[in-house]
């Protein structure tokens, strides 16, 4: 079966400009979420989607915004960038909200 | 609100047993799941716990005590690999991670 898959792997971006990231989740996982890591820091929450509705948010500006499709698969929008959204975004799913969290490989983005 | 506290690194030699700690608050809980993550790679589930006790698996065991909002992982006959970073975690709505301790494993 296959994982979680992230678009893309790496992406740099200029100050100002936006940004959009997917996710497919796991076969039967109804549950996406998504974390901001920086170096040497856990995952820090974003979002969390199940069955297409926002369930959860994190303390992100509201330039941060996401959605869920029928598919169960997910898009994180993040607009004029700023340096400090330089990060590693992973997304994860699970069958539910409590259940044990499947990461994908993360997207890399640089902002310059 | 929800907090964890997690030490920032810890140090054990090959072969040996190392606990790492995790304190929490949390005014709902719905268990506690553990990850590890490797420099570089994404987080992979190591064990959840939901009830007070040991869970054990393999190498691995963690424990918890709701009471106390205390869980440990214990890692058993340290191997080079298990060199990473350990996150303990929070489920819900909104999914708190610690900031992770990383074991550096000394031949």
């Known amino acids: 079966d296959a994982g979680v898959t992230q678009s893309p792997t790496h992406l740099i971006k200029t100050r100002g400009q936006h940004v959009t990231l997917r996710c497919s989740p796991i076969s039967g996982h109804k549950s996406v979420s998504w974390y901001q890591q920086v170096l040497g820091q856990g995952p820090q929450f974003i979002f969390q989607y199940y069955e297409k509705e926002e369930r959860g948010r994190g303390n992100f500006p509201d330039r941060f915004s996401a959605r869920q499709f029928p598919n169960y698969s997910s898009e994180l929008n993040v607009n004029a960038l700023l340096l400090g959204d330089s990060a590693l975004y992973l997304c994860?799913?699970?069958?539910?909200?409590?259940?044990?969290?499947?990461f994908g490989n993360g997207t890399r983005l640089t902002v310059t | 609100g929800q907090n964890i506290d997690q030490p920032t690194e810890m140090t054990a030699t090959e072969g040996a047993i190392v606990q790492i700690n995790c304190t929490y608050q949390t005014s709902g809980f719905n268990g506690l799941f553990w990850y590890q993550q490797h420099a570089g790679e994404a987080p992979t589930f190591l064990s959840y716990?939901?009830?007070?006790g040991l869970e054990e698996k393999g190498r691995f065991s963690s424990f918890l005590s709701r009471s106390k909002g205390y869980s440990y992982l214990l890692l058993k006959e340290l191997q080079m690999k298990d060199s990473a970073s350990y996150l303990c975690a929070l489920p819900g709505d909104k999914i708190i991670f610690g900031k992770g301790t990383r074991l550096h494993i000394l031949p």
């Open positions: 994860a799913s699970s069958f539910n909200r409590w259940s044990p969290l499947h």
């Open positions: 716990n939901v009830l007070d």
